[in-house]
């Protein structure tokens, strides 16, 4: 049987696990949820109780993938032909930690600064911006973050800095971090991440599943 992905459109989590997926042309079932009315069939299966989440449904491997990154790591075993993987590893899975554990909370902060009224937006917006400007850094040198292909890390980050720039677009269009918004744009604009993006029915509510990619 193949593999179950839960997934929900606009989480970057799972946005980047739908990339891997979609790149390394493993077909999965994809079941679109709801955050706010997560289904038992998932909630059975995961203790971490977050988006995504992949169930192998293999007759040697019933596991249980809950992490995103784990995700992009088992599609890319199977199959990389853009060579996401031919970079660093150690080094790009650095950097994504400070995207997941440094920058994710300060962009939650920027974007819902109003749930957190003990400091400004631009407060929140300046501690997030490091993690911009250590983009950037290595962007100068390159067209992506590790080298001039795609790899791992830019899939994995992208989604992240696109929710960045949309909170405040003229701002983030008038600063200095041309490489950055080069790389954005391009990212957002490729043909797998427009794939990747489109909208699918909720799976509870229309026991639709969608074979993808
Ligand atoms: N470390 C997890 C984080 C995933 C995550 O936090 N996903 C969010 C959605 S974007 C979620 O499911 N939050 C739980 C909720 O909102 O109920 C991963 O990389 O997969």
Known sequence: ???????????????????????SQQTV???????????KELL?????????????????????LDESLEIMVWALSKNDPEQWLNADLEKMLALIDINDYEFKAWLD?????????????????????????L???HLIKQQYLFSNNITLADMAIFPFIRQFASVDKPWFEQTGYNN??????????????????????????SGEEITFP
């Open 1 to 23: 049987m193949q593999p179950i992905l839960y997934s929900f459109r606009r989480c970057p989590y799972a946005m980047r696990a739908r990339l891997a997926i979609a790149v």
């Open 29 to 39: 079932r994809l079941r679109e949820i709801v955050l706010k009315h997560k289904p």
């Open 44 to 64: 059975a299966i995961s203790p971490n109780k977050t988006i995504p989440v992949l169930q192998l449904n293999d007759n040697s491997d019933n596991s249980v």
């Open 109 to 133: 902060k920027y974007k819902y600064a109003d749930r957190y009224p003990e400091n400004s937006p631009t407060y929140y917006r300046q501690q997030a911006e490091d993690f911009i400007a």
């Open 135 to 137: 983009l950037e850094t």
């Open 180 to 205: 950055v918004k080069l790389w954005l744009n391009k990212l957002i604009e490729s043909d797998i991440f427009t794939h990747c993006m489109k909208k699918y029915p909720t799976w509870l509510v």
